[in-house]
């Protein structure tokens, strides 16, 4: 009996042991998860052999650490995706992650002492760590990361030397450098990154002279040049950009000529020229546009006559034409545009008094 209770567990141990996934076929598995906290803890604790499948080969997982999350652990090296939300400390801790190639750090603080642990991270791909508090010295630290393609340094203190820094970027296909200090001379140095193609240089009062430069980036295919007093010469500039897709030119006093210039830009599908005074004339060249299909104008004094115009845009599916003085007679115009799925048309609530 006892021997044959031994044989029987045996036979059993051997038939588990042939049904046992091989490591390729564990990795496989893995594979269509990222979680971070799924894979260490459930799938690490099935055994010593999924474990060693996870440290080895699972270097593509996710996560998104809290400000309450120390950073620690031998998974650290797992992590291809890590959005942090967290303290100083754990910056210092990056060095750590051998596989990540995304990091998402904003409102964090870090300053220029953050940005130089990032610098080490020299596997990194994408990089968006607007609201920092980073000035030029950590431009200079960023530049260090030769394998960028993405990167959204927005909302920090950057100037001149740090635009000049960050154009040594030339792996770069896509920048955020809105909302800084860099001017016309900055821009000059952003203009040489040859290999752009989505670009956002909003805020940075870059003006006519600035837009000249940006005009020269002729792969563009995206570009947002919000706020950034360019004027009806600007606009000039920026309306020789004919690889142009998908532009934001609003709030930029461009007035009707300006919009005359934009007009010209035949491959334009998503235009925001928003804020700019181009009234019912300026619209009239926009409608022109066959080849747009969304379309934001609000707050351009466009009257009853602009809506006319807009309503004979047949293409359009996404419209905004909100605070811009149109009254029934506009509305009824627009109503017509039965192609519309997305209709902002919003205007000022007009109050009367009658005093007796």
Not at 113 to 126: F, N, P, V
Not at 226 to 242: R, T
Not at 332 to 338: L, N, V, W
Request: glycine letters at 6%; a negative charge; proline letters at 0%.
């Amino acid at each position: 009996m006892e021997k044959h209770s031994t044989q029987h567990l045996s036979e059993s141990l051997e038939t588990r042991k042939k049904q046992d996934f091989n490591d390729d076929t564990i990795y496989e598995i893995l594979s269509f998860f990222n979680d971070f906290k799924f894979i260490v803890m459930n799938c690490a604790l099935v055994s010593k052999q999924w474990l060693n499948v996870v440290l080895s080969s699972c270097r593509h997982l996710s996560l998104e650490c809290g400000r309450k999350v120390e950073l620690n652990g031998q998974f650290l090296q797992n992590i291809a995706t890590l959005e942090i939300n967290t303290t100083f400390d754990n910056y210092k801790k990056l060095v750590l992650m051998k596989s990540l190639t995304e990091l998402i750090g904003c409102n964090n603080n870090i300053g220029n002492e953050g940005a130089k642990y990032i610098s080490k991270l020299k596997q990194l791909t994408h990089l968006y760590i607007l609201n920092n508090e980073i000035d030029d010295e950590g431009a200079k630290y960023i530049s260090e990361l030769n394998q960028l393609v993405s990167l959204d340094i927005s909302y920090n203190n950057i100037g001149v030397e740090g635009a000049k820094y960050i154009s040594e970027l030339k792996q770069l296909t896509n920048l955020d450098i809105s909302v800084n200090h860099i001017g016309a001379e900055g821009a000059q140095h952003i203009a040489e990154m040859n290999q752009l193609t989505i670009l956002n240089i909003s805020t940075n009062n870059i003006g006519y002279e600035g837009a000249k430069y940006i005009g020269k980036l002729k792969q563009l295919t995206c570009l947002t040049i919000f706020n950034n007093n360019i004027d009806v010469e600007g606009a000039k500039y920026i309306s020789e950009m004919k690889q142009l897709t998908d532009l934001n030119i609003s709030y930029n006093n461009i007035d009707v000529e300006g919009a005359k210039y934009i007009s010209e830009l035949k491959q334009l599908t998503d235009l925001d020229i928003s804020i700019n005074q181009i009234g019912a004339k300026g619209v009239q060249y926009i409608a022109e546009m066959n080849q747009l299909t969304i379309l934001s104008a609000s707050h351009n004094n466009i009257g009853d006559e602009g809506a006319k115009y807009i309503s004979e845009m047949k293409q359009l599916t996404n419209l905004d034409i909100s605070n811009n003085s149109i009254s029934n007679e506009g509305v009824k115009c627009i109503e017509e545009m039965k192609h519309l799925t997305v209709l902002n048309i919003r205007q000022p609530v007009m109050f009367s008094f009658k005093i007796a």
